[in-house]
């Protein structure tokens, strides 16, 4: 090889080693971004809220296509990240200048900064196709005066519909249009457009022109449906009006629009839109109670628990919803498997309201899911001493598990056996009481008689329809036992117990196979199940 084809070759391998350099640098960097997009997601699949932010603020926005450029606007906003969800929402105009949500957040921010004089420019952009037309009117009902001459349409028309209806009235009342007002808030009860935010509306205004005869009633319903557990007087909320969230400016409007937006996606299960929406609200109205209550709701279909609890930091117990509130933490963090901190909350809870049986309840059944029986029962007990608890059925079932879980039969059965007796048509009581006797081996009859009126009750609950077939099993009646037993297992296919009584079925009834088959499924199921040396047993030896 002579110098000449030497230098030659040695030039092409230096081309080709950087142009294959480049090329791995290339993919490494959309690997990179690539990874980055796939960990955005699943955090975002699964909740994860606090890794959420760290990813999609590392994805190459410009290299994301349209609808997952979307997805990372939603998630922006629900994290309150203004200046990315601000960056997007100009991407996302770009590609589509009619663009609903980018829109509305472009309203937002202008609204609120004060920098542009046409501030309804972007509503007025919205692809009504994809959007209610009524809620951009509403909008620029509270940014604008350009439906000024459409104050009395309904009024003429004789029409209401609920989203004008609604905001017609708070617009004019804030602009001290008193009659328009009034009579747009007598068409909604009319009309009867309820919901606890439009209760929550007339209370303020009933309470503002001193009809406080009205006042009481909607005051008594909403305490009748468990909002509060403070039941605090019409007095109360005279002299301390702005817990009921009163309109009182545009800003608070167009709060009240967004909720309704927001309420208007969260009843179509489209819970990202209802989350956008109701951030949008709360940039408008920190301390909307109505919004934060809807939106933690939205938060936890999500399974966004992080932010679910959040948003109810700091929160004060006298607000009209905090029952509510104090509910949905509950539900989220037994679903988070918190129950040693919904213990301690309602405990404490407890101190600062002693009177409220709401508050005793559930501490007295979070303390007996978690074994603290003897606990539970004091509480349970109290509750019972209480002669202004009328509906005391519930509170005898209770007890009564207490302490049959903690050992105390007859105690347990005299309650159940009460709560019977006060609601003697409830199958989980008929259930509890009759499954209890199946299995002490006693009152066989009564048990069967008991279980085969829940069942007619309740003939889709899978525990209910396993207790009538095991009450038949212990009664000899195996064909009737297989019946129930199968539909049972139907029903709930990967439950241990239920295999495990249709598997003593097939071998009474010389199945021998299926019952050998039903056994094993018992510890595929549940391999730590609390029989499960028995069952090994079973499976040799059969019964």
Not at 266 to 288: C, D, H, Q
């Amino acid at each position: 090889m002579d110098l000449i084809t030497r230098i030659c070759s040695i030039l092409v391998f230096f081309f080709v080693l950087t142009f294959i350099k480049k090329e791995l640098l290339t993919k490494d960097i959309k690997s990179n971004n690539y990874g980055n997009y796939l960990s955005w997601n699943f955090a975002r699949e699964t909740g994860d809220t606090k890794s959420l932010s760290n990813f999609f603020s590392k994805i190459e926005l410009h290299n994301v296509e349209f609808d997952v450029l979307e997805e990372i606007f939603f998630e922006s906003v629900v994290l309150n990240d203004w200046n990315l969800a601000e960056q997007i929402s100009e991407k996302i105009l770009e590609k589509d200048e009619y663009n609903f949500s980018a829109n509305l957040f472009g309203f937002s921010k202008n609204f609120l900064s004060k920098k542009s004089d046409n501030v309804t420019d972007n509503l007025k952009k919205i692809d009504i196709s994809q959007f209610d037309l009524n809620f951009v009117k509403v909008l620029l009902l509270w940014s604008s005066d350009f439906e000024k001459k459409q104050d009395n349409l309904i009024k003429k028309d004789k029409e209401c519909i609920p989203l004008k209806c609604l905001h017609y009235a708070l617009y004019n009342l804030f602009r001290d249009n008193k009659e328009d007002g009034l009579f747009y808030l007598n068409k909604i009860k009319e009309e009867e457009f309820n919901s606890f935010r439009v209760s929550e509306i007339l209370l303020y205004n009933s309470i503002k022109n001193k009809n406080y005869l009205v006042a009481e009633n909607i005051l008594k319903d909403l305490n009748n449906q468990n909002l509060n557990f403070g039941d605090f007087n019409v007095s109360y909320y005279s002299n301390n009006v702005d817990l009921l969230n009163p309109v009182v400016s545009k800003k608070d409007g167009i709060a009240e629009a967004f909720y309704n937006i927001s309420s208007w996606y969260y009843t179509k299960n489209l819970y990202k839109y209802s989350a956008f929406f109701g951030e949008l609200s709360l940039r408008f109205r920190p301390n909307f109670y109505a919004m934060k209550l809807l939106l933690i709701g939205t938060y936890e279909k999500l399974n966004y628990f992080d932010l679910a609890l959040d948003k109810m930091e700091n929160l004060k117990n006298n607000n009209i919803y905090f029952f509510k509130f104090l509910k949905l933490k509950l539900s989220i963090l037994d679903q988070l498997e918190m129950n040693k901190k919904s213990i301690d909350e309602l405990s404490t809870l407890n101190n600062f309201y002693p009177k409220s049986v709401k508050i005793k309840l559930l501490l007295a059944d979070r303390l007996r899911s978690e074994k603290k029986f003897n606990d539970a029962i004091k509480f349970y007990t109290d509750i019972l001493n209480n002669e202004k608890v009328k509906q005391k059925w519930g509170i005898f079932y209770s007890r009564g598990i207490a302490y049959e879980q903690s050992g105390q039969w007859s105690k347990a059965e005299k309650d159940l056996l009460d709560a019977l007796e006060l609601n003697p048509n409830d199958p989980y009581i008929l259930n509890y009481l009759g499954y209890s006797w199946l299995d002490r081996k006693t009152n066989l009859k009564k048990a069967l008689r008991l279980l085969e009126t829940a069942v007619e009750i309740e003939p889709n609950d899978a525990y209910i329809v396993d207790s009538l077939g095991w009450a038949y099993f212990l009664s000899g009646f195996f064909d009737k036992s297989i019946f129930y037993l199968e539909k049972a297992v139907a029903l709930l296919p990967d439950d241990a117990t239920l295999n495990d009584h249709l598997g003593d079925a097939y071998w009474k009834s010389g199945r021998t196979d299926e019952a050998i088959s039903q056994w094993k499924r018992v510890l595929i199921y549940d391999p730590n199940f609390k029989k499960k040396d028995l069952i090994k047993k079973k499976i040799i030896d059969g019964l």
